[in-house]
């Protein structure tokens, strides 16, 4: 058993910002998170499986939908803050909160990013794919396959008591090494017991730097990579699908993971 006072203390003294306690699970809310996103990752590979050019958005909602309450779950965006949909789906160069539509079909060569979010028994894990539709131009096969690869760099180097900013600094660094840029504005999150929690996550950043990361920390790591310029704007008109400000394309993964004491456990993805 961890003794946190201790390790508080120890990194205290070494002038390092320490998890507040409500960032550390327990034993059963980990479990009732795993149980969250093994039911979310089950809807996004019911939507894996129908996704196709000619659908509208709000079809992927119905899906998301119906799969989360047949699966005993509840689609977390649905009322979440005035949002009206159950799901995210942002197209091209919509980087994040794109509302589903009926008017929104999707079409061969567009990349869409699907993002659920599903409560179990209380519980929340949150995690999103990308979908090349159809036949997709090598530079948006590129930008995905590099975002996905980020994260996963991010992960592959997360260890318990790393620092948080290292996070972003792998996957800036990563990015931009394939000449992409990174979204500064929206970042990951504490989750589980409630939809965004502290502390935020950087996905930019300067190593060995941010709050030490402890065992029994679950958040979400969810990089936005841009084609071309880092900078975006909201749209006016729904107050919540942001879009890149130079019309290129976004790319974005999603995965819920875990502090474990001796490594890291993806619970959504
Ligand atoms: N799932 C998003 C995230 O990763 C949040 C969406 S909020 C919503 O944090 F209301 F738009 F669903
Ligand atoms: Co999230
Ligand atoms: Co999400």
Redesign the pocket.
Known sequence: MINYDELRAKYQRLGIETPTFDMIKSEKDIEGIRKAGIVNNMVLDEVEKHIKAGMSTEEINTIVHNKTIELGGIP???N????P?S??TSINDAV??G?PSKKDILKNGDIVNV???TIVDGYYA???RMFLIGECSEEAKRLVKTTKEALDLAVSNLKPYSRLRDIGYWIEKYVKSKGYSVVHE?G??G?GND??EDPFIYHYGKKGTGMVLFPGMVF?I?PMVNQYGRGVFLDASNE?TVYTDDGGLSAQY?YTVLITEDGVEILAS
Not at 80 to 83: K, T
């Open positions: 977390a965006p649905l979440f803050e005035g949002y949909k799901v995210c994040c909160h509302i993002d659920c979010t949150d995690a999103s929206i990951g999150h989750v939809f965004h979400t969810e919540w999603e």
